[in-house]
């Protein structure tokens, strides 16, 4: 199992990013995904802090993003590549038949990194949809969803998995 974690920069910068990065490394973080952080950004600056703690990092890519951009990102990643699965909010509903040119798309680009797909992705019918045509899904806003009147996180999270898993 691998944790990831998501968020934006702000908070990150005004925590101190290199301590973030060894603070997160130190209590098992694998990686980070943080959808405001620039490319070039990355490569000049906060790309070589992340991998000095041995963190993964992943970039995010769309049905409009470029092909060539999607290859540059790809090369950037490490982990895998985030396959955002239309331009909605997360947590939105949308149907996964829409996105199986797009996700074959990707799959005919042979990336060096898995491509996992979210948003809308939110039970069993659509991760598995999702799987049909990426490595993997990822499932965000229906899992915090799932925890936000638990008393018990581990119980709810079997649940949940179970749900979608099964």
Known sequence: MHVILMG?????LQYGF???CSDAAAVGIDGLILPDLPEYEFETEYGSI???YGLDFTFLVTPETSEQRVKKL?????????????SSTTGSNKNMIDVKTYLT??????????????????DKQSFE??????NGAIIGSAYIKAL???????????????????
């Open 148 to 166: 936000e009147n638990a008393n018990n996180v581990e119980a709810a999270t079997k649940t949940f998995l179970g749900s979608v898993l099964k």
């Open 50 to 52: 992340i991998k000095k």
């Open 129 to 134: 949809s999702a799987c049909e045509n990426a």
């Open 105 to 122: 798309k990707l799959q005919n680009l042979k990336l060096k990194n898995p491509v996992l797909v979210g948003f809308g992705i939110k």
């Open 74 to 86: 790809d090369e950037l990643s490490s982990g895998f590549l985030y396959a955002v699965s239309s």
């Open 8 to 12: 934006y920069m702000n908070p990150i």
């Open 18 to 20: 290199e301590k973030f």
